[in-house]
Every structure is written in C-alpha cells, then in structure tokens.
C-alpha cells in the first residue's frame, strides 16, 4: 500500500489494491496533502477512472501539493482528479465542501452515481468538524467524536456498497489526513500496518522527504 504514495513506473505491475479505509495521519507540513495528491494521480492513471479530492476552500491554491521528482502528469491525468464541488451530488453549480454535513449528503447520495470512482480523498478530515457546530447538532460532551464517527460509519457503508457493485470491474478505496502533534520538518515514515494471512502483524514502511519541494522517497521497508 505504501508504494501507491509514490510514483512508479507504469509499466510496473500496480500494487495490491487497498478497498477499506486509510488514514494517513502527522503533523502540520510533513507532507500529507502531497502523498495524498500522488495517490490520486497514480489512481487516476492506472485505473482510467476519476477519483474525488475534497479539502478546505483555496487549500491547494495557497499551499500546492509536490508531486514525486520528475513526474509529470498528463493533462488528462489531472483532469480526473476531481477537486471539491465539482464531483460532489449537489446537483446544483459546483461549490466548496464547506463542513461535515456536506460530506455526509455526498455519502449518503453516493448510490446515486452512475460511475464510481476509484477512490475518494478527504484532506485534513477533522477540519470539516468544528467543535461548536458539532456541539449545536448533537448536544453532546464529545460532539466532534460523535459527529466524525457517524460520518465515518456512512462512509465505510457508501465505499462497501461502491465494491460490490464495481465487483470485477474495479474497487473504489477511502483515504482521510488528519494532523497529530509533532515536528514538522525532516525526513518522515509512512507506516502501514495489516493483518498478514498467518494472523501475525506486519508493517511496511516508507521514508520520505519534502525539504527539496517535490516528494522523495528514501526507502521502503519491511
């Protein structure tokens, strides 16, 4: 999974697909909306299909995800990435995802489709949660916990139903960021941790950086 953060060659066979929930989670600045932006090219590329990126108004505008070294995504590549409301089943004019109520109407309508994507991405998850609408909607001493699992269980619900009905034909995977403290500047480690098929444990990790404005990835390792 660690190897999908990355660019490859093409021509390589595509690592193993991921079809339930990811969450890339660190700290401010350490890269998470540039993996998650190489994620969405290389899914978009391989698979021929669009896939969702919701994030905060003007986020990609002011703060520019890197791409990995030397890559250049074709116009038509990019062009399937779909940025915010202009995927979203408003069925209205394109607009910005403004908070989690908007990401649950997406979710709950995503049946209503007539083409999956490949895969959705929500950028900084917890943002779209304020603690005061939260507190407004619910009435409870952890609203924001509430309100972000609810969500969290149609999601889960909406990319099962995705699945099954996509079957041979593809799969369509969720990532969520989200920020957790710590530094900020360095080299970083992607970890992925799963179950492997004798029970056991195992993790496969990624060191990479972003000091040089583009993404660099170090090593990988089991």
């Known amino acids: 999974m660690v190897e999908r953060f990355f660019s490859y060659a093409p021509t390589a066979t595509p690592p193993h697909e991921d079809t339930g929930i990811t969450l890339v989670s660190g700290p401010s600045c350490c890269g998470k909306t540039s993996l998650l932006f190489q994620f969405a090219a290389n899914r978009a590329a391989e698979s021929g299909r669009d896939v969702v990126f919701i994030c905060s108004k003007g986020r990609l505008e002011t703060n520019p995800p890197f791409l990995s070294q030397g890559v250049e995504p074709s116009m038509g590549v990019l062009q399937r990435i779909k940025i915010n409301g202009k995927y979203m089943l408003t069925f209205s004019s394109p607009r910005y995802v403004e908070d989690g109520e908007e990401i649950r109407k997406y979710f709950a309508a995503f049946h209503l489709l007539d083409d999956f994507p490949a895969a959705v991405i929500v950028d900084d998850f917890a943002d779209f949660f304020s603690e005061r609408t939260c507190q407004q909607r619910y009435g409870n001493s952890r609203a ?16 099962a139903h995705a699945n099954t009905k996509l079957g041979s034909l593809g799969s369509c995977s969720l990532l969520l960021s989200d920020v957790h403290q710590g530094d900020g500047t360095g080299s970083y480690i992607l970890e992925k941790i799963g179950s492997a098929e004798s029970g056991t444990r195992e993790a496969r990790t990624a060191k990479y950086s972003i000091a040089l404005q583009y993404l660099v990835l170090e090593e990988i390792s089991c």
Do not use: S
């Open 144 to 159: 924001q916990d509430l309100g972000m699992v609810r969500i969290l269980a149609l999601c889960h619900d909406a990319i």
